[in-house]
């Protein structure tokens, strides 16, 4: 399967190949022609599993900005192919230098963690408010106030560390939750414990795919912004990972992702048949439903809302951008703290 959503390519048909064909970019395999669009429609190119992309390609993306990233074909991110670093450079010497001082590190790492707090604990209280009588009511209550105490001691931690620390407790009390905000009755949506590479079940495949994508739209915001994605202040720099995109991603993860794969799970978008489990017990979506969770994907990010820090309309599909930019004027100290993203 090959399609294109918005100005995002996605290529899933195994064995398939990109390749440049005078100012379009086609999708081709066995011989037979799956897609052509121009390159000045695209804004990035998303490979999954045995996809090659032929040099001449990667080389007329790189050259107008458009990014190529690749995962597995479970949606596990993997890299990133771009151009040339955009933006000012005196943006990104004040990223690596910030990069080195603890206490720019700490301030920068902050927002990211409790914005993605806030966000975990408005989800939980949205369903323990709609379904008060729903088994596992009363968990829930404990996870809000366990989830309140860490966004406080976030709120005050001294120390890189601690900071992640409380990241990490607040990850897993919210997990130990996630079933309760599960409306299927369907076995297949069982949801016991975070897992991943591989993921083990169907709510973490669709967590896991759902977080790849937002890492590719983290990494494009801000590389667009002129920031380099690899160097980050809550992620550690890692040979091959995009620090910064993760960083940013965090505030997103239960905005947008986990949201996303709960209204899809709660709708009855996505069925038990839609999965498939491969020897070594690894879990993801058959192409057809890739293709459909891609489609729901695309649509729900041109809905539109209210930017809680600018007050502007704007679309999903736009709020990676929006905190790249404000990301990058905290960096560049135009503003104090930076905002991170919250859900109402």
């Known amino acids: ?150 966004f406080d001691l976030a709120l005050k931690a001294d120390d890189i560390d601690k900071l992640r620390g409380y990241e990490g407790e607040v990850a897993r009390t919210y997990f130990n939750v996630f079933q309760f905000m599960i409306l299927s009755d369907d076995e297949a949506f069982t949801f016991t414990t975070r897992n991943r590479r591989p993921p083990k079940d169907a709510v973490n495949a669709l967590l896991s795919f759902s977080y790849a994508l937002l890492t590719h739209d983290c990494a494009s915001a801000l590389q667009a912004v002129g920031l380099d994605p690899a160097v980050g202040y809550l992620h550690a720099d890692r040979p091959g990972r995009l620090s910064l995109a993760l960083d940013l991603m965090e505030e997103f993860r239960p905005a947008i992702a986990d949201r996303f794969v709960l209204s899809i799970i709660n709708l009855g978008q996505v069925k038990a048949d839609d999965f498939v489990k491969t020897g070594s017990g690894a879990v993801s979506l058959t192409d057809e439903a890739r293709k459909a969770f891609l489609a729901a994907w695309q649509k729900r990010k041109q809905e539109q809302i209210i930017h809680p820090y600018t007050g502007e309309n704007v679309t999903y599909a736009l709020l990676p951008f929006y905190q790249a930019r404000l990301l990058a004027r905290t960096i560049r100290g135009d503003i104090k703290e930076y905002p991170p993203f919250l859900i109402k």
């Open 1 to 150: 399967m090959t399609t294109q959503f918005s100005n995002t390519l996605f290529v899933t048909t195994q064995g398939a190949s990109v390749h440049k064909r005078h100012e379009t970019i086609v999708v081709s395999n066995n011989g037979e022609t799956l897609l052509q669009v121009p390159i000045h429609h695209l804004t990035g190119v998303v490979c999954f599993g045995r996809v090659f992309v032929s040099p001449e390609a990667m080389y007329a993306c790189a050259s107008v900005g458009v990014g190529i990233s690749y995962l597995t074909d479970a949606g596990r991110f993997l890299a990133r192919v771009e151009g040339p670093a955009s933006g000012n450079v005196l943006l990104r010497r004040k990223q690596y230098r910030s990069a080195e001082e603890p206490a720019s590190t700490l301030a920068l790492a902050r927002g990211h963690v409790l914005g993605k707090i806030a966000n975990c604990r408005t989800l939980i209280q949205r369903a323990r408010r709609d379904r008060p009588d729903r088994q596992g009511a009363q968990d829930a209550e404990r996870a809000l106030d366990s989830i309140k105490g860490s």
